[in-house]
């Protein structure tokens, strides 16, 4: 999970700003580029084998759905409050968490 604690964080933190500062309109290759190169850099420092591969899937996975739970459900939830449910099944859906 990504809520690591605050020294860690703080170790990134120069990373994160200069991301912001000069890719901060990045085309998604770009991101995707990022992302790998961490990856690749994660076996490269810790050696390939089956389970630092797994380790680099199993992050890459958490990440995409914690950032789904985190960041995409919550924006489709407002433009579904904002526009309207697809159909009724969407509309009873709602009255389960309401």
């Known amino acids: 999970m990504p809520y690591v604690n605050q020294?860690?964080?703080?170790?990134?933190?120069?990373?994160?700003?200069?991301?912001?500062?000069?890719?901060?309109?990045?085309?998604?290759g770009e991101l995707n580029y990022l992302l790998t190169a961490l990856c690749h850099a994660y076996i490269e420092t810790?050696?390939?084998n089956y389970g630092?591969?797994?380790?680099?899937?199993?992050?890459?996975?958490?990440?995409?759905?914690?950032?789904?739970?985190?960041?995409?459900?919550?924006?489709?939830?407002k433009k579904r409050d904002e526009n309207g449910a697809v159909s009724d099944l969407?509309?009873?859906?709602?009255e389960n968490v309401r």
């Open 7 to 28: 020294d860690i964080r703080a170790l990134h933190k120069d990373t994160i700003a200069h991301f912001k500062a000069f890719h901060g309109h990045c085309a998604p």
């Open 90 to 94: 969407d509309e009873r859906s709602l």
């Open 52 to 77: 630092k591969i797994n380790d680099v899937i199993g992050v890459l996975e958490c990440a995409k759905q914690e950032f789904y739970r985190m960041v995409a459900a919550k924006y489709e939830d």
């Open 46 to 48: 810790h050696g390939l």
